[in-house]
């Protein structure tokens, strides 16, 4: 699950150049980082999945405004 999380979030990600991805604030996934780690130190795997969506979904839609502009085709 993770491994496919991060190859869509990184598909759009590498086709920034440097100056665009250093523009990205992808802080926005850090509330879903800390829900994945805490579901993950109780060993609750629906509410790791549901952190594990927040934190593609934060991610996706921090690149979007940039994308549109322009950046990644």
Same mark, same amino acid.
């Given at each position: 699950?993770? &491994?496919? %999380?991060l190859a869509r979030? %990184? &598909? =759009?990600y590498v086709e920034?150049?440097?100056a665009e991805? @250093?523009? =990205? *604030?992808l802080s926005v996934q850090e @509330?879903?980082? @800390? !829900?994945?780690? *805490?579901a $993950? $130190?109780?060993?609750d795997p629906v509410a790791f999945l549901v952190a =594990? &969506? $927040?934190?593609? !979904? %934060?991610?996706l839609e921090a690149m979007e405004p940039l994308r549109?502009? $322009?950046g990644a085709a």
């Open positions: 699950m993770c &491994k496919n %999380a979030v %990184a &598909k =759009l920034f150049s440097t991805a @250093e523009m =990205l *604030d @509330e879903s980082n @800390e !829900r994945m780690h *805490d $993950g $130190g109780v060993n =594990l &969506k $927040g934190w593609t !979904r %934060a991610g549109i502009r $322009g």
